[in-house]
């Protein structure tokens, strides 16, 4: 079965003057799904997501919705709606009168509006509430009712740009699994924006990263987490972040090897013969997540290498461990093991189907 | 608190009020007196008369009486004229400001040095142009009417509208108006549902400021209304002057005309308050 797209970003470009906020961006969304804009703040995230509502104007690029290229359209002509990270629910409004704005402003009947607004607050347990205020309401109620009106009027597509910012690290969690609840039972497609790895790893059907008004990498949740494609990817995404330490490659006896300080590390297996003889002699970045390391007491294979912790720091029912390799600092995850103290010397296994090793210049990933 | 600093609150608070009321309560007890108690200094009237209320609408008994030597018109003009040409006159300068404000505060145009210029009507002394507008309302055919002085009062008012709405605008988030936007209303649906909905009470407030202003304005109206258009103020300067010295009328329309605002201030109350408290609007 086709899947249908629904939003497509085209080379999108725009600047603030000398700053280019948005670079040469282009990705698709498809129907239905709920896709994750993320990268730190000021990467460029929230001006794609205006430019795409029609607030801002691209200096360059398309954006097409439903076929439709609307690149020029107001706001209103767009078939969107977006949740800002305020909510910006009406205060002097009801919260019927919230839920009912865009449809008296499409000029629906009455009686259209009220079945279709009492179905909204049904479904976002607003039923209670509907003659309040809304600038009465707490942030989680101003929440619903930012996403009930923008739901109201059946958008296309969905944009929630930072939603559960200024909300209590408690509720958050809640607020998440509703929203990801209302997606899927109401079937929206979502165009979601955050800073947050976590946030965006535990919704989304697909994430782009962005950084610097780049757009590097598109793709499922664990994708990215397994594959990512540069550096700057591999950082964002995981927590404890990623240890990235400079290797050299180098062939020894026909066998190629990553030489980190004074530990060699066969990985003649990752490479194809080419990008192999390219790279030899030549510094490298070597990257290996925390939980992928694996912490030994004893040397058992050719692939564990010796280390000294340098610092514990317990996380609940895991451990982060501090230790250094010869001079690089590295973190390991590991479940809670008494028997590990500060200033021992232990083994690392560095698995070499693990490790993702870049272009030190590029930051790109080699292998 | 202790019990002195909370005296001495009161007396502060106390002292203020006397400051303030004492004339007015001047004007009022001297309303009522009869002709021969007005130049009298104590405050109560020794025999209360309505007489000072009904020559202001009967001006004719006064002739021969009360010192007075000529008529003075009855005030129901006036009072209709001050009603007309305030009223109008502050509904345009609020309309005006408002969309002005909206373009400042949204927009940022026309920059604020140009926002501040809208001042200069009240930085000069009206003295000072008051007669060069008598001479091109002259020429205008504007002298004595209505329109006239409705003109010049929202011209020179209308500053107060942008400033004072400006504030309240500029505290309404956008993200409230553009969140509009996106449920599909358009430009002028937004302003009207959502921005001044949001300034109810900015409105009130520069309405208030800017009719109070008007309501007791004096000089533009004297040199400008002769016959037609002349308003309280004028008309209560006329009571002395050349007529006579016409103490206990003149207090008895003082306090006609104070009514007006007093009744207008009294309707918006609730507006006030939250106007005052600088329209924090949530």
Known sequence: MMVEVKLEVENLTKRFGDLVAVNNVSFEVRESEFFSLLGPSGCGKTTTLRCIAGLEMPDEGKIIIKGRDVTTLPPQQRGISLVFQEFAVFPHMTVYENLAFGLRVRKFSRDEIRKKVLAIAESLHLTDQLEVKAGRLGLSEQQRIALGRSIAVEPEILLLDEPLTLVDAKIKESMRRELRRLQKELNITILYVTHDQLEAMMMSDRIAVMNAGRLLQVGAPMEIYENPQNVFVARFIGSPTINILCAKLERENGMLKLIINDVKLDVSGKFSKEVGEKYVGRSVLLGIRPEDLLILKEKESKYDVKCKVDMIELLGNRMEVHMRLGKELVRALTLIRFDIREGDEIFLRLYPEKIYIFDKETEERIV | ?282
């Open chain 2, 1 to 282: 608190m202790s019990i002195v600093t909370k005296a001495l609150k009161y007396i502060c608070v106390g002292i203020f009020l006397l400051w303030i009321l004492v004339p007015v309560a001047w004007m009022v007890c001297l309303a009522f007196k009869s002709y021969p108690e007005w130049r009298v200094a104590y405050f109560f009237p020794k025999d209360p008369t309505l007489s000072n209320f009904i020559i202001l609408f009967e001006p004719k008994r006064i002739i021969g009486m009360m010192g007075a030597t000529a008529i003075v018109d009855p005030v129901t003009l006036p009072l209709i004229n001050s009603l007309i040409v305030v009223g109008i006159s502050t509904v345009i300068a609020v309309f005006i400001g408002f969309f002005t404000a909206y373009g400042a505060s949204r927009y940022n145009s026309p920059g604020p040095f140009s926002l501040f210029f809208t001042l200069l009507t009240r930085m000069l002394p009206p003295a000072t142009f008051v007669t060069p507008i008598m001479v091109y309302y002259s020429n205008l055919k504007l002298l004595d009417t209505h329109l006239g002085l409705i003109l010049l009062y929202a011209a020179v008012t209308v500053t107060y509208g942008i400033w004072i709405l400006k504030g309240f605008i500029d505290n309404i988030p956008r993200e409230w108006e553009e969140a509009a936007l996106l449920e599909g209303a358009t430009h002028s649906q937004v302003i009207f549902r959502v921005t001044l909905p949001l300034i109810k009470s900015g409105l009130v407030v520069s309405g208030l400021f800017i009719f109070l202003l008007n309501w007791a304005e004096l000089l533009f109206a004297l040199v400008l209304t002769n016959v037609n258009a002349v308003t309280l103020p004028v008309h209560i300067s006329k009571y002395v002057g050349a007529v006579g010295q016409l103490y206990g009328p003149q207090a008895a329309l003082g306090i006609i005309s104070s009514l007006v605002p007093l009744i207008v201030g009294y309707m918006i109350q609730k507006h006030l308050v939250t106007a005052f408290t600088f329209g924090m609007v949530r």
